[in-house]
């Protein structure tokens, strides 16, 4: 048989393949929704425990099979495509509750729980142009989410169109001995954050008998307001242990099977607009997600114990690390809350064999000083997402894993809200440090220009070219069809006969197929000059210098010329002993990382260094480069003064609030 000659279009070849086996690729056209799709899966492990929640345990036929949560709806008169918005953590009832929405047709809208301030003004106003453009009827709430965000508002709400909420409580599901795990967990832990420096010994730990004697006071006085915001609300407000206990005869109702429903919305992670941009999934999205994971041979291990800390707001955390574990027959440990700077204690606590979290949390790991004797073995597969990580940070993580008795080797997964999670993945042969692995199956992955903004064009493969760099653009069954309410809030277009979405995402393919993620496009900025500056081209090489633990490269407007030049954020692994040891750093990241870097170029200097104790992050911990952004030049920033045409470079001046001034000659 011929070969098939290959066009040098990513999209087109799909040269990735080679690393799946073929035989077992195409989806499957399933008949129902995504509940009966894990009930399918799970027939024979009725008995299996499916999440785990304050040492109580749920089996998947209370998870999957009970019909409990879908007659509360019911009772309600929910009906298919009324849309509930949802304000809860990773507590089983708000799993519960989304399965009962698919199967009446109707459509859970998570959106993040936590206030984004303590102006509670503007965080009604966010919630309430949340409410105007996505319409929900009913609303799911945290019982604090309620009295915090919803009852100061319940007259605009009813305006709006909501007429019933529907409170929870992070306790309902919990028995005696639970409620016991629960405040003895929030005890450890206080004391467990007292106990992180060099000094464990020296440190008092917190008294158990006074945090337990504030807790139940402050638990009992949250009681009495809800109670309270109840009995005056405006809208008709239940407790869903109450609807519970009331729904216990038998109710009819139809099974939705239509795999066109939208059943989901998500919202990026995105920091800058009054509200986040929501994200409609349909029955045939997330079922075509959970094939591509058993395809991609992403699926746990049936009772493999999974951490769930990924909120449900996000795709990521609703589909690669909640419905995923469903489909494998794993045991979800939910988390509904946590302090990202402390996700060793919950390895401490849980010992879980499979993690998936973000950069930000996992490089947090090793500087846990309760971790640092502990037998990780436990440990079987750790995942990031959402953000990149340096390749010597990702090595250096990987042997102290070793170093702590796990084989786990750190995997990679790469994706948007706009795909659903997780699209491309990095394992076995293709888990290479810098990448971010292969597309998964059913998902087409191609290159093109990235200026061109009216159409598609693409990219190829030139003879002599290792690599390809360009915007990445996405196809496949897992893609949302981005329009809600009849307004497009994710625009397609077409290429060679199939619909693509554009990522906004620079990307490098080498010929084997494997991509790199280098940053978002619109991180790249003009300076003012007209050089067009791209910070993935530095960060890596200020980032190698051994006292850097994160660089991060953002514009701000310079004065001095009336326009943009680069700001370089650095987070280091050490602390100096003066001031001058900092500059003399900065000099030598100047002159010997980029000056004496035959591959760079002196218009990439950045011309201000800022020195921090950490990067700011987004509520998906992700780096809020709009954070960044936003922030004064407040002249403690290390300026870097060139001399410098479009041929030469002449003097370089490194000094902080105009005092201590390093001249170097070039």
């Known amino acids: 048989m011929e070969e098939k000659k290959l066009t040098g279009y990513p999209h087109i070849d799909r ?44 089996s998947y036929d209370q998870i999957l099979f009970d019909d409990t949560a879908t007659k509360v709806l019911k009772s309600l008169d929910v009906k298919k495509g009324d849309i509930i918005l949802n304000l809860v953590p990773n507590i089983p009832e708000a799993g519960q509750l989304w399965r009962a929405a698919t199967n009446l047709g109707a459509t859970s ?13 503007a965080n009604a106003q966010k919630l309430l142009e949340i409410v105007k453009f996505e319409k929900p009827k009913y609303i799911v709430a945290l019982d604090m989410c309620y009295l915090g965000m919803l009852k100061p508002i319940e007259d605009e709400l009813k305006e709006f169109g909501v007429d019933t909420v529907i409170v929870l409580s992070a306790s309902d599901s919990m028995n005696l001995s639970a409620k016991i795990n629960y405040l003895k967990d929030v005890i450890n832990y206080n004391a467990l954050k007292n106990i992180r420096t060099a000094n464990d010994s020296n440190i008092k730990k917190l008294k158990w008998y006074q945090a337990l004697k504030t807790k139940l006071e402050s638990m009992k006085k949250a009681q009495s307001a809800l109670d309270m915001g109840i009995k005056t609300s405006t809208l008709k407000v239940y407790k869903y242990s109450d609807l519970v206990n009331n729904v216990r005869y038998a109710m009819d109702y139809d ?26 999934v349909t029955n045939k999205n997330i079922i075509s997600k959970l094939q591509q994971f058993e395809r991609a041979g992403m699926n746990f291990e049936v009772g493999d114990k999974v951490l769930r800390i990924l909120p449900l707001f996000a795709p990521f955390g609703a589909f690669d690390n909640y419905m995923i574990n469903l489909s494998s027959g794993a045991i979800s440990v939910d988390v509904p809350e946590f302090d990202l700077s402390e996700i060793g204690y919950l390895l401490k606590k849980y010992q879980p064999n499979i993690i998936v979290a973000t950069p930000s949390w996992l490089a947090s790991l090793p500087k846990c000083k309760y971790l640092e004797k502990m037998d990780l073995s436990f440990i079987k597969k750790m995942t990031y997402g959402g953000d990149s990580m340096a390749a010597s940070d990702e090595e250096s993580l990987n042997k102290w894993l070793r170093d702590h008795g796990s084989n786990a080797i750190i995997r990679k997964g790469y994706g948007m809200s ?18 971010i692995g292969i597309p998964l199956p059913g998902t087409t992955f191609g290159i093109v220009d990235p200026n061109i903004e009216d159409r598609l064009v693409p990219l190829k493969f030139e003879d002599g070219m290792d690599r390809l760099e360009g915007e990445l653009i996405v196809s496949g ?77 953002v514009e701000y407007y310079d004065d001095r010329y009336k326009g943009l030049m680069p700001i370089c954020h650095l987070v280091l692994n050490k602390q100096y002993d003066n001031e001058d040891d900092y500059i003399k750093l900065v000099d030598e990241l100047v002159n010997k990382y980029i000056i004496g870097n035959p591959n760079m170029s002196s218009r990439q200097i950045p011309t201000k260094f800022k020195i921090r104790e950490s990067m700011p992050l987004t509520k998906n911990s992700k780096i809020n480069f709009n954070a960044l952004k936003k922030e004064e ?20 001046k490194i000094y902080k609030n105009k005092q201590k001034v390093l001249k170097l000659d070039k």
Request: overall charge negative.
């Open 255 to 280: 099974i939705e099977k239509d795999e066109n429903l939208m059943t989901y919305i998500g919202h990026t992670s995105g920091t800058s607009g009054l509200r986040p941009k929501p994200i409609p």
């Open 418 to 435: 706009e795909f659903i999670g997780c699209g491309a993945h990095a394992k076995d042969a293709y888990n290479k440090y810098g990448t």
């Open 109 to 121: 809208d998570f959106i993040d729980p936590r206030p984004d301030s303590s102006n509670l003004k």
């Open 15 to 58: 040269p990735w393949m080679k690393y799946y086996d073929k035989k077992n690729l195409d989806f499957e056209k399933f008949p129902g929704n995504p509940v009966d799709y894990l009930k399918a899966k799970n027939i024979t492990r009725k008995n299996n425990t499916a999440e785990s929640y304050y040492g109580i345990s749920f």
């Open 477 to 553: 069954d897992t893609v949302t069809q981005g329009i809600l309410h009849g307004n497009v809030i994710v625009p397609h277009f077409d290429l060679d006969g199939k619909s693509y979405i554009r990522t906004r995402d620079l990307t490098q393919m080498d010929r084997d197929g494997l991509f790199y993620h280098l940053e978002r496009k619109d991180r790249s900025f003009v300076r003012f000059d007209g050089f067009k500056y791209k910070p993935h081209e530095i960060e890596p090489v200020l980032q190698s210098h051994p006292d850097v633990e994160y660089a991060r490269v």
């Open 633 to 652: 030049i407040d002249g403690n920033e290390i300026n870097v003064d060139i001399e410098e045409s479009n041929l030469t470079v002449g003097n370089i």
